[in-house]
């Protein structure tokens, strides 16, 4: 299946037909069921919380948050067409039409745990030519870390089209105040591998966080140290070349005299 | 939409972000073409939510909104519970369930005190999409 991003904005792409569409397909109810049991499965929450949902749609996630544990959680999507469908469904968590890359519009501290799933990729596209995607991710994690409480916890599912995209939103979180990181699904598969982006707001022990089964990247946590020594002085400085080349400066070219020393003329 | 989250949400133009005004947004105009409804709506009784949710609610806020909604009878205080299950605590609990989430803001419209942004609802969804000019 082709990446709905690519092909129209995400008001546009779920339209009524596709809204109803999406939400009576059985393969699709039984996926996004199982990420949001996998996400609140990481998210290890007590009971009767209150829980924000970004990309509700119709609701699907948000009718699991309601029978698992009794939360209250408020939804909010950008297709009208969605929330329709969410409406007719009669879903008891409250809906809202709002644009996440203009920020969440809610006060400090309003919620104990944020959930969404396969929405916030949808940031890293630029649907009009105003919107500028760093600074809509910016605008949406920084809104979210205010609307979060001291101590909230976060889980996204996403699906990043490169790694570039998985790096800008890990980026945009931590600039943003989160720590945190990912968690990969089915790392083998191409095709059931799964994002999850997971986040804490302030103080929590790691220990509050269900990391049961996955596997930690130990070189993801550190960083690879460079052994200064094994370098020539050429790979220095044709390295430093390629940095500064891809930082745009303007950088003699490579040849065999790079990085030789001169004769002693005198 | 709840009380509950009518209680939480505020202004989205990030030039009203700094801003005390921005929170509560006022019931106070409503326009005729979208005149206020609000309808009461049966949901499970869960005690541990409301003393969970409880001691965020800004109270202030709270008697604004309602007072505005046309209900005058709230306490000037806010309550305090401390446990969710004892006798004494129950009609009370009961009384915050039936104002916050029980009823419901199904159609009307929202101010923003700071910048004078409007927020219309309808069927019982506010629609928080800015215009392009109101995005940073």
Redesign the interface.
């Known amino acids: 299946m082709s990446r709905p991003e690519i092909s129209a904005p995400p008001e546009v792409f779920y339209s009524d037909v596709e809204s109803k569409k999406y939400t009576s397909s059985s393969r699709i109810q039984h996926i996004q069921a199982s990420m949001t049991l996998r996400a609140l499965d990481v998210l290890a929450l007590p009971p009767h919380q209150h829980i924000l949902d970004i990309g509700c749609g119709s609701g699907l996630s948000g009718e699991i948050l309601s029978q698992e544990g009794g939360h209250v959680w408020v939804g909010m999507d950008i297709s009208p067409a969605m929330l329709a469908v969410a409406l007719d469904r009669d879903v008891e968590g409250d809906l809202l039409l709002a644009d996440m890359g203009n920020g969440v519009p809610f006060r400090a501290g309003t919620f104990d745990a944020v959930i969404s799933i396969s929405a916030i990729q949808w940031l890293c596209n630029a649907d009009s030519s105003n919107a500028d995607p760093k600074k809509r991710l910016a605008r949406f994690f920084d809104s979210l870390y205010a609307a979060v409480r001291r101590g909230g916890k976060v889980a996204c599912q996403f699906y990043p089209r490169d790694d570039r995209q998985t790096e800008s939103i890990l980026r945009a979180a931590k600039t943003a105040g989160f720590s945190g990181g990912l968690v990969v699904d089915d790392e083998e598969s191409k095709k059931n591998k799964k994002y999850y982006l997971i986040l804490t707001a302030g103080n929590v022990n790691s220990n509050d966080i269900n990391l049961h089964g996955v596997k930690i990247d130990k070189s993801a946590m550190t960083r690879p140290k460079r052994n200064r020594k094994e370098e020539s002085r050429k790979e220095y400085i044709i390295r430093k070349k390629e940095l500064m080349r891809k930082r745009g400066k303007l950088v003699a070219l490579d040849s065999q005299f790079t990085g030789r020393k001169r004769k002693p003329r005198f | 939409?709840?009380l509950?989250?009518a209680n939480?949400?505020?202004?989205?133009v990030?030039a009203c972000?700094s801003s005390p005004d921005c929170?509560p947004l006022h019931f106070d105009q409503q326009i005729p073409d979208l005149p206020l409804e609000l309808v009461h709506e049966d949901?499970?009784f869960?005690p541990?939510?409301i003393c969970?949710?409880l001691p965020?609610i800004?109270w202030a806020a709270l008697l604004t909104t309602a007072g505005e909604l046309g209900n005058t009878q709230l306490p000037d205080a806010k309550p305090e519970i401390e446990n969710p299950h004892a006798q004494e605590n129950e009609q009370l609990l009961r009384d915050l369930h039936t104002l916050l989430?029980e009823t419901q803001i199904i159609q009307g419209s929202m101010r923003c005190a700071n910048c004078g942004h409007i927020y219309f609802i309808r069927?019982?969804?506010?629609?928080?999409?800015?215009p392009?000019h109101l995005?940073?």
Do not use: A, H, W, Y
């Open positions: 939409m709840k509950l989250t939480f949400v505020q202004c989205t990030k972000g929170f949901v499970d869960s541990e939510f969970n949710i965020r800004e989430l069927d019982s969804i506010p629609n928080f999409l800015l392009g995005v940073q």
